[in-house]
DNA sequence: CCGAACTAGATTGTGCACAACTAAGTTGTG
DNA sequence: CACAACTTAGTTGTGCACAATCTAGTTCGG
């Protein structure tokens, strides 16, 4: 294995396991009108209920330019509602409405679905997750 | 750590892991005009000299959607040429120009530099490359 | 030989990623 | 207070991902 096949291999199969777990939601998701990245924003104003866009920026790792038409689909879809802060006009609180809060009974199953699909342990995933940590890390801090 | 929490952090943990991969190309490719998926395609190129639009896709793991202005893209930048084969007027062959194999030289560093980011072992980059392989192979196999 | 089934590639439409820029609002300092 | 610096969102433009569809060309069965 030479050097050059080495590495370019290592970021082929982040890439690939990345589209193959984006596929394995997407069928889940689908149905449902949902995209993945749509659904990580879902995600974390499930368990906070109301956040500024700076905020699920930061959660969910996406700057204004992709979040920004993300939640307009969002909203369009009916799932939430953005409202101007009237403390600070520059900010915009993103909601749940009863629409997206009902999607999270709907969708529960998913991750349990997604680990049957995934077939790794609690254990693997656990050495796997440390391992990505570290790579993506030394990836940053060398940027 | 919840199951919720689990599954979706491995699968965002892999997501990020390639965004900074390519993050990592973006920097050394951009002066370069290309991009990571170009790359991709050229790196494919510089082993073979001459591949069919679907060789390409089998090897780089695209469909023609993706592929096909991808193509023109680089055809554009005066890399590849495109000729309808002779033999079967359906296939499309691509080719390197002299530019595009000129290219081969001037990246010959970009491995060995994005390796330097990535900053793991070879044994550990075997390890990483193997779960990824596994996981991959069972998130398409469930789908 | 003719037409159905199949294949290769391109096209269309939707959505994400991201850099660069803009607009509006806030804050801190002289 | 005035104004420069900063912050928050949104917008624009380019490129990738992918499903669905289309066109042209090939192959195979009757």
Redesign the interface.
């Known amino acids: 294995m030479t ?2 096949v ?20 997407r ?1 889940l998701l689908e149905p449902h009108g949902l995209t ?1 990245p749509q659904y ?1 924003v879902l ?1 974390a104003l499930w368990e906070s209920k109301s956040l500024t866009v700076k905020q699920l920026g930061a959660k ?2 996406l700057d204004s330019g992709t979040l920004s038409p993300l939640l307009n689909r969002l909203e369009t879809a009916g799932h939430v509602m953005k409202s101007r802060s009237t403390a600070d006009a520059r900010v915009v609180e993103v909601t749940l409405t009863v629409c997206g809060q009902r999607l999270h009974d709907e969708l529960r199953e998913v ?2 679905q ?7 342990s ?1 254990a ?2 656990k ?3 440390d ?6 890390e ?3 801090q ?2």
Do not use: M, W
Request: proline share 2%; glycine share 4%.
């Open positions: 050097a050059s080495f590495d370019s291999q290592l970021c082929a199969a982040v890439y690939k396991t990345a589209h193959a777990f984006t596929a394995a939601y069928r993945y990580l995600l969910v790792d991750p349990q997604i680990a049957g699909c995934a077939g790794v609690r693997q995933a050495t796997l997750l391992e990505l940590h570290a790579l993506t030394s990836l940053r060398a940027n």
